[in-house]
């Protein structure tokens, strides 16, 4: 069976472009996996996201924030101007939120003002491109009277820690002459009192426990 649906007396140009056609419908068009932040591929994201119409796009996020973005970007200009939005934006790229305006403060903060504290445990602790991101993205979301008045990024970092030690115990002894004629008087001292067979045998025992009983040569 020909793999066309020409006449027999087809030329071969007009039987080569038939097949050709007839390739180019095999090829597979994910459509409907296109259009879903979840399913579409990750090459097709920054399209996706023009047609989602999302403010603040960065190439260098993860895939998982970026389709987080999309997802949200409905939301967002849904509720555009009110903290909820905010809160949606930013949740949306991985940084739980809390937000506080200045009527909540104790005591009041100035009018107007409002302050975001973001988690950083998920996402992981933001740069310095990061941070303006989180800025850009506060400034797009947020209405035009209400400024934000303080930023504070918290984070956690989980790891195994080693500790070890090793007990010593020991004595130290020192043994040493005096120093200059005081030595030599003593011992003069000591030969009188207990005799100087005595005292010599005395001084050679030392020595010899010096030398040999305690610790290594140069010790001292």
Same mark, same amino acid.
């Given at each position: 069976?020909?793999?066309?649906?020409?006449?027999?007396?087809?030329?071969?140009?007009?039987?080569?472009? *038939?097949?050709?056609?007839? =390739?180019?419908?095999?090829? &597979?068009? !994910? #459509? %409907?996996?296109?259009?879903?932040?979840?399913?579409? $591929?990750?090459?097709?994201?920054?399209?996706?996201?023009?047609?989602?119409?999302?403010?603040?796009?960065?190439?260098?996020?993860?895939?998982?924030?970026?389709?987080?973005?999309?997802?949200? *970007?409905?939301?967002?200009? =849904?509720?555009?101007?009110? &903290?909820? !939005? #905010? %809160?949606?934006?930013?949740?949306?790229?991985?940084? $739980?939120?809390?937000?506080?305006?200045?009527?909540?403060?104790?005591?009041?903060?100035?009018?107007?003002?409002?302050?975001?504290?973001?988690?950083?445990?998920?996402?992981?602790?933001?740069?310095?491109?990061?941070?303006?991101?989180?800025?850009?993205?506060?400034?797009?979301?947020?209405?035009?009277?209400?400024?934000?008045?303080?930023?504070?990024?918290?984070?956690?970092?989980?790891?195994?820690?080693?500790?070890?030690?090793?007990?010593?115990?020991?004595?130290?002894?020192?043994?040493?002459?005096?120093?200059?004629?005081?030595?030599?008087?003593?011992?003069?001292?000591?030969?009188?009192?207990?005799?100087?067979?005595?005292?010599?045998?005395?001084?050679?025992?030392?020595?010899?426990?010096?030398?040999?009983?305690?610790?290594?040569?140069?010790?001292?």
């Amino acid at each position: 069976m020909p793999d066309h649906l020409l006449p027999s007396n087809a030329s071969p140009a007009e039987q080569s472009m *038939s097949l050709a056609i007839a =390739r180019v419908s095999d090829v &597979p068009l !994910a #459509v %409907r996996e296109s259009w879903n932040p979840d399913t579409c $591929p990750a090459h097709l994201l920054p399209w996706l996201a023009w047609q989602f119409s999302v403010d603040k796009w960065d190439t260098g996020w993860s895939a998982a924030q970026k389709r987080g973005a999309i997802k949200a *970007s409905i939301e967002v200009h =849904r509720t555009k101007g009110t &903290p909820y !939005a #905010v %809160r949606t934006a930013l949740e949306a790229l991985g940084y $739980p939120v809390v937000l506080t305006e200045w009527f909540k403060l104790v005591p009041l903060g100035d009018p107007y003002t409002f302050g975001v504290r973001l988690d950083a445990s998920g996402a992981g602790v933001p740069g310095k491109a990061a941070y303006q991101t989180i800025l850009d993205v506060i400034q797009s979301t947020k209405n035009v009277r209400s400024h934000l008045a303080r930023l504070q990024v918290d984070g956690r970092v989980d790891g195994t820690i080693f500790a070890g030690g090793i007990p010593m115990c020991g004595e130290l002894v020192k043994v040493a002459a005096n120093e200059g004629e005081l030595a030599g008087s003593d011992l003069i001292a000591e030969a009188i009192a207990h005799g100087f067979p005595d005292t010599e045998a005395a001084v050679d025992l030392l020595h010899s426990f010096i030398h040999t009983a305690l610790p290594a040569a140069n010790y001292w």
